[in-house]
T-cell receptor, first 117, second 111 residues
Framework: DSGVTQTPKHLITATGQRVTLRCSPRSGDLSVYWYQQSLDQGLQFLIQYYNGEERAKGNILERFSAQQFPDLHSELNLSSLELGDSALYFC????????????????FGPGTRLTVL | GESVGLHLPTLSVQEGDNSIINCAYSNSASDYFIWYKQESGKGPQFIIDIRSNMDKRQGQRVTVLLNKTVKHLSLQIAATQPGDSAVYFCAEKNTGNQFYFGTGTSLTVIP
């Protein structure tokens, strides 16, 4: 158990809908990362927050947004869902913000499996 | 954008043998590299990392080698055990703190 929790474990929804995925980082960790893992594209970095602020952005679609709250939990919002958004969404956390030439170990949660029908 | 690729999608090794998993990356400015292990139904798990100012780092039964000249990263697992069977990903971090993952190599350990 990594200490990172994600809810829900599974989510089935229809195209055009909006969903919210939730992540609670390990106790004491200030950075939260979101990743998408699909069969055709592998693991894709979406976005990173540190202590409530967005710090790095990856291949995140404009239909997707995220935030990190004062209690450090994070939510990933996916809207106008398409079939291609079906994937595993992972949250990871680390103690600090990645620095020059290094980063803290990222601890991954168990993931949320999203199925868009 | 960056691309991180793996040379072999699958690798089978005999229990007790050493395993070598390779990874190519394309961004010469990447400053940090990580290897992850992912077992079925679980999230990726950190194995070992290396900064770009190093060329070798050793952990418990694992060694990461970085060749910046040819932009190549490898993971060596000594005395491979059945519990090592998993998918292994390499990842690189660029100076913008974005992380890019390879497609993964599936390692199967034959008892």
């Amino acid at each position: 158990d990594s200490g990172v929790t994600q809810t829900p474990k599974h989510l089935i929804t229809a195209t055009g809908q909006r969903v919210t995925l939730r992540c609670s980082p390990r106790s004491g960790d200030l950075s939260v990362y979101w990743y998408q893992q699909s069969l055709d594209q592998g693991l894709q970095f979406l976005i990173q927050y540190y202590n409530g602020e967005e710090r790095a952005k990856g291949n995140i679609l404009e239909r997707f947004s995220a935030q990190q709250f004062p209690d450090l939990h994070s939510e990933l919002n996916l809207s106008s869902l398409e079939l291609g958004d079906s994937a595993l969404y992972f949250c990871a956390s680390s103690l600090r913000n990645p620095g020059q030439g290094a980063a803290d170990t990222q601890y991954f949660g168990p993931g949320t499996r999203l199925t868009v029908l | 954008g960056e691309s991180v690729g793996l040379h072999l999608p699958t690798l089978s090794v005999q229990e007790g043998d050493n395993s070598i998993i390779n990874c190519a990356y394309s961004n010469s400015a990447s400053d940090y590299f990580i290897w992850y292990k992912q077992e079925s139904g679980k999230g990726p798990q950190f194995i070992i990392d290396i900064r770009s100012n190093m060329d070798k780092r050793q952990g418990q039964r694992v060694t990461v080698l970085l060749n910046k000249t040819v932009k190549h990263l490898s993971l060596q697992i000594a005395a491979t055990q059945p519990g090592d069977s998993a998918v292994y990903f390499c990842a690189e971090k660029n100076t913008g703190n974005q992380f890019y993952f390879g497609t993964g190599t599936s390692l199967t350990v034959i008892p």
